[in-house]
């Protein structure tokens, strides 16, 4: 899958950010070349994220996986709902 594999590039390249404040305020800044957003995000984030994305020209993707299976992914030991890699 290929948003596993830009999060496992991300983690080695230390280019991921987590979280949804951090990823907004990147956005805002033209700093980011994807988002990704948990399936259980709430509804208000996604749209938040996925409009700025489409006005910062940024690959925005609401994933399959919830929270939990995303903060696995990134080997958090906590939820994650918003993350997002650099340029």
């Given at each position: 899958?290929?948003?596993?594999?830009?999060?496992?590039?991300?983690?080695?390249?230390?280019?991921l950010?987590?979280?949804?404040?951090?990823?907004?305020?990147?956005?805002?800044?033209?700093?980011?070349?994807?988002?990704?957003?948990?399936?259980?995000?709430?509804?208000?984030?996604k749209?938040?994220?996925?409009?700025?994305?489409k006005?910062?020209?940024?690959?925005?993707?609401d994933?399959?996986?919830?929270?939990?299976?995303?903060?696995?992914?990134?080997?958090?030991?906590?939820?994650v709902?918003?993350?997002?890699?650099?340029?």
């Amino acid at each position: 899958m290929k948003i596993i594999e830009e999060i496992k590039k991300g983690m080695k390249g230390k280019t991921l950010i987590v979280g949804y404040n951090n990823t907004v305020s990147s956005l805002k800044k033209n700093k980011l070349k994807l988002v990704v957003s948990a399936s259980n995000a709430p509804e208000h984030m996604k749209k938040e994220l996925e409009n700025l994305s489409k006005i910062g020209k940024v690959e925005y993707v609401d994933s399959e996986k919830n929270n939990l299976e995303l903060g696995a992914t990134c080997r958090k030991s906590f939820g994650v709902s918003v993350l997002s890699i650099k340029k």
